[in-house]
């Protein structure tokens, strides 16, 4: 009995630590919250704009969907949405493409511990850029259009896709480069049997990953003029034409549904 | 489809499966054709003028005609109140949403919840909420509280919405990755599925959820600025508001909050170092 | 005491894990069962405090049929047996004294554990477990940062915290080299005469199971082909245990 009672006392007080900081977190979110009246007619109208959002759905506009009564397939939503698709695919190759070089760049493996220093923080200067910024940024200097939504979703991939490439490169496994070297390849063979086939599978699986992002990003960075549907989203937002934007949503649910199934089940085949 | 059929020298033969690989890289191939086509299309009647962007930079990024650097630097403390206002919002959002997230999650993942008929339609909603753009977010939570007298409100509801949907998901694939053992062993004293849940499963996402919630908070600073293309006040308002006339505001308020989410990056490096 | 009658257990797989089982274990028993993998002993131990459910027969605890019986019941019923893995199964982020806690989590309402509140009797009960497996000393250490002798210690640590009347030990011992494997099958006997802790003991190692049991049970395909004192085992019973010789990684060898 003595020797526990003797530890219950050294016992930590970390529930102190705890619930200071559980306070702290909750007050600051009232904080934040506080100021922020919302007018009683307001509360009234809630189930109402709840109920629009959903008649929306019911109300979806079939011939601006898919083209057809008076709208021409290249005018439709359909289009619109695989121009966002376009948008994504390109914007995530360009991304791939840039990324290799700057990951060798970031690779301890490759360059050595200081030179992959300056590539890493150079990929963290990319990721930490906005997207929105680089968005709008390209659209004042480039022009809007597609090719700008290109090359916004591109440069900024390689931000991700250049630090999960050079993790992929520096977890290699070197015990089969050494293989191939006994059996006398040389450089480019040892890059074509030895690293290829073990970082291509996983550089896949992480561009596939992206591109799952990247079409969901597309769909955003159209309201800055980076080309696709998403500047609808944002022209028919005031006042909000709910029966619009539920015909622009269901392209967009089926199209970003397709592209996380498809990537997710190709990536599962892949590793 | 040719199968290649090879034959040992001892007179055995084997054939060489085909390589599904050339399937999925044709389909690529056509997909890039088809799509290239659409963005060529797309492109035809736009002016490509990419000589306007060392202007738009210079603009952006150096004081106005007339005006000093020390001009164009003083604009930036005065960005003051919109900062604290994105920052505000996001974090409520992102607070109030990875709240809410852990219950979706909990529900989503398979190890936790062993009836397929209740997971599966929990993600199926999870990812279909998903798909729902930020800017239509914003527009649902605009209507649902308005953007009267300056009230961050809707910002944060919108916020809270996205951060709800990423955090639901990236946590029920934590959850499903973590040891089932100790679970299986607290059901064992004749602990309830809550009390369960709160000692195998808790103590073994906490770090990382802490990790994910400093994730998440950056990425909505760094796309809070989109929300101002709805009508959310934010510092992408600044960039809407003197895009026509003082692009050096502009570049400062750009300045800001790509310093912002540096400082915020710097801090949640270190953060995260300490949670492990 | 726990009784078996004619208890058989058929997976949604089709393999039937256990056939007709008749068995008897009486209070302050210390218990091994044998068998090669695959036999059953899984099945037969964790049919026990349900945490598998048995298709047919009737499985009595102090006379309480507990096939029928869930929610509330059930969870009473468990916490009144602790149970060992061979894995441990510690929440390993956790601290070893909130892991011997988490023994006490079923005589208490859901609401105050989620905030992790217990009464100080309950903590003094787990420091006391701890001091009684002689690693008080390890008490606010993360547990993945025992070793696996200290590990299993903490997990005999939660059971006892528990205040059980029986313990049950799934392969206690498969994951340690043979000198904490003697220490910890030290403690399970410690535990069964200091304490009156009926034990009932999955085991790999048939000499340990004749070392530190009192009763031997050997099960063969879903069967109880031996039940006796671990006196009586010879040769020829455990051929029919594991229907031939033994090999030589079965016995510790010592």
Redesign the interface.
């Known amino acids: 009995m003595k020797n526990s009672e003797k530890a219950l006392k050294k016992l930590p007080k970390k529930w102190i630590i705890n619930l200071i900081f559980t306070v702290a977190?909750i007050a600051?979110?009232i904080?934040?919250?506080e100021?922020?009246?919302?007018?009683p007619l307001?509360v009234k109208q809630?189930p109402f704009?709840?109920a629009?959002?959903f008649r929306g759905f019911a109300d979806i506009l079939w011939p601006a969907l898919f083209g057809f009564d008076g709208y021409q397939f290249?005018e439709s939503i359909i289009?619109l949405a695989?121009?966002t698709?376009?948008?994504g695919?390109?914007g995530t190759?360009l991304g791939a493409i840039l990324a290799i070089p700057v990951a060798f760049l970031a690779s301890r493996n490759i360059v050595g511990k200081h030179l992959a220093k300056v590539g890493s923080v150079l990929l963290?200067i990319i990721r930490?850029?906005?997207?929105?910024?680089l968005a709008?940024?390209?659209v004042?200097?480039?022009?809007?259009?597609?090719?700008t939504g290109?090359l916004v979703i591109g440069i900024h991939s390689v931000g991700m896709l250049g630090k999960l490439f050079a993790e992929t490169i520096d977890e290699m496994d070197r015990s089969s480069i050494e293989a191939l070297e006994a059996v006398g390849a040389n450089g480019l063979q040892k890059v074509r049997y030895g690293i290829l086939p073990q970082i291509l599978p996983l550089m896949t699986s992480i561009t596939l990953y992206r591109l799952d992002i990247n079409v969901?990003s597309a769909?955003?960075l159209g309201?800055?003029g980076a080309?696709g549907l998403?500047v609808l989203?944002?022209v028919f937002?005031?006042p909000?034409a709910w029966d619009i934007?539920a015909t622009i949503?269901v392209a967009?649910?089926a199209m970003?549904?397709i592209v996380?199934t498809v990537s997710s089940k190709?990536r599962e085949k892949l590793i | 489809m040719t199968m290649a059929r090879l034959t040992l020298t001892n007179g055995k033969s084997v054939v060489k499966p085909f390589n599904r690989i050339w399937i999925?890289l044709a389909v690529v191939i056509v997909?890039?054709l088809?799509?290239?086509y659409?963005?060529k299309?797309?492109?035809e009647g736009?002016?490509?003028?990419?000589d306007?962007?060392?202007?738009?930079?210079k603009k952006?990024f150096s004081p106005h005609r007339g005006e000093t650097w020390a001009d164009y630097f003083a604009y930036i403390p005065k960005l003051q109140n919109v900062l604290i206002m994105t920052l505000?919002?996001c974090?409520?959002g992102t607070?109030?949403g990875s709240a809410l997230a852990i219950p979706t999650a909990l529900l989503s993942s398979r190890n936790i919840v062993k009836t397929k008929w209740i997971y599966g339609p929990a993600r199926f909603l999870l990812?279909?909420f998903?798909?729902?753009?930020?800017?239509?977010l914003a527009?649902?939570s605009i209507?649902?509280?308005?953007i009267?007298?300056g009230?961050?409100?809707a910002g944060?509801i919108a916020i809270t919405l996205f951060t709800y949907g990423v955090m639901a998901k990236m946590l029920y694939e934590l959850i499903e990755t973590i040891?089932m053992?100790?679970y299986?062993?607290?059901?064992?004293?004749?602990?309830?599925h809550?009390?369960a849940i709160?000692?195998?499963v808790l103590?073994?996402i906490?770090?990382s959820f802490a990790g994910y919630v400093i994730y998440v908070f950056e990425m909505n600073v760094?796309?809070s600025?989109?929300l101002s293309?709805?009508?959310i006040v934010s510092i992408?308002t600044i960039?809407r508001i003197y895009?026509m006339t003082d692009y050096d505001k502009v570049g400062g308020a750009?300045i800001l909050?790509?310093g912002v989410?540096?400082v915020i990056?710097l801090c949640s490096d270190l953060a995260r170092r300490k949670l492990q | 005491m726990i009784r078996f009658v004619d208890v058989q257990k058929t997976y949604s797989n089709g393999v039937q894990a256990l056939k007709g089982v008749n068995l008897q274990i009486n209070d302050g028993e210390f218990v091994a069962i044998i068998g090669l993998s695959g036999a059953g002993k899984s099945t037969l131990l964790r049919s026990i405090?349900k945490?598998i459910p048995i298709t047919s027969g009737q499985l009595y605890i102090d006379d309480i049929e507990i096939s029928s019986i869930r929610g509330k019941a059930?969870?009473?019923?468990?916490?009144?047996?602790?149970?060992i893995?061979q894995?441990?199964?510690?929440?390993?982020?956790?601290s070893v004294y909130?892991n011997v806690l988490?023994?006490r989590?079923?005589?208490h309402s859901?609401f105050p554990?989620?905030f992790g509140l217990f009464p100080r009797e309950d903590k003094i009960l787990a420091l006391d477990s701890l001091d009684a497996l002689g690693i008080l000393d390890k008490a606010f250490t993360r547990a993945d940062q025992l070793s696996g002798g200290q590990q299993q210690r903490v997990?005999l640590a939660?059971?006892l915290t528990?205040k059980p009347k029986l313990i049950l030990a799934d392969e206690p011992v498969a994951s340690l080299d043979p000198i904490t494997t003697v220490q910890v099958m030290d403690d399970f006997a410690r535990i069964n005469k200091d304490f009156g802790i009926t034990i009932v003991a999955n085991m790999h190692h048939v000499d340990l199971a004749l070392k530190y049991a009192t009763r031997i049970i050997g099960i063969r395909d879903g069967i109880v082909v031996f039940d006796g004192l671990s006196s009586e085992v010879n040769e020829q019973i455990l051929v029919e245990v594991y229907g031939r010789t033994l090999k030589h990684n079965e016995v510790l060898g010592e």
């Not at chain 1, 930490?128 to 910024?133: A, H, L």
């Not at chain 2, 736009?46 to 990419?50: A, E, G, H, R, V």
């Not at chain 2, 306007?52 to 930079?57: D, G």
């Open positions: 977190l600051l979110v904080y934040t919250l100021g922020s009246t919302i007018n307001r809630i704009i709840i629009a959002f290249n289009y695989l121009q698709l376009s948008i695919f390109f190759l963290v930490v850029f906005p997207e929105i910024i709008y940024i390209l004042k200097g480039l022009g809007i259009g597609s090719i290109i969901r769909t955003v309201a800055i080309g998403g989203l944002t937002s005031d909000p934007l949503m967009i649910m970003v549904m996380d190709l | 999925v997909l890039g088809i799509f290239g659409i963005i299309l797309d492109s736009i002016s490509f003028k990419p306007q962007l060392p202007i738009i930079l952006l505000e919002m974090y409520g607070v109030i990812n279909l998903r798909t729902i753009p930020v800017t239509v527009v649902i209507g649902l509280v308005g009267a007298g009230s961050t409100l944060t040891d053992n100790c299986e062993a607290i059901e064992s004293t004749g602990a309830s809550l009390q709160r000692f195998a103590p073994q906490y770090a760094r796309s600025a989109i293309y709805v009508g992408g960039m895009e750009v909050l790509f989410c540096v990056q | 405090n945490m059930l969870r009473y019923l468990r916490r009144s047996i602790g149970m893995f894995s441990f199964n510690l929440v390993k982020r956790m909130n988490t023994g989590v079923g005589y859901t554990t989620l997990a939660r059971a528990q």
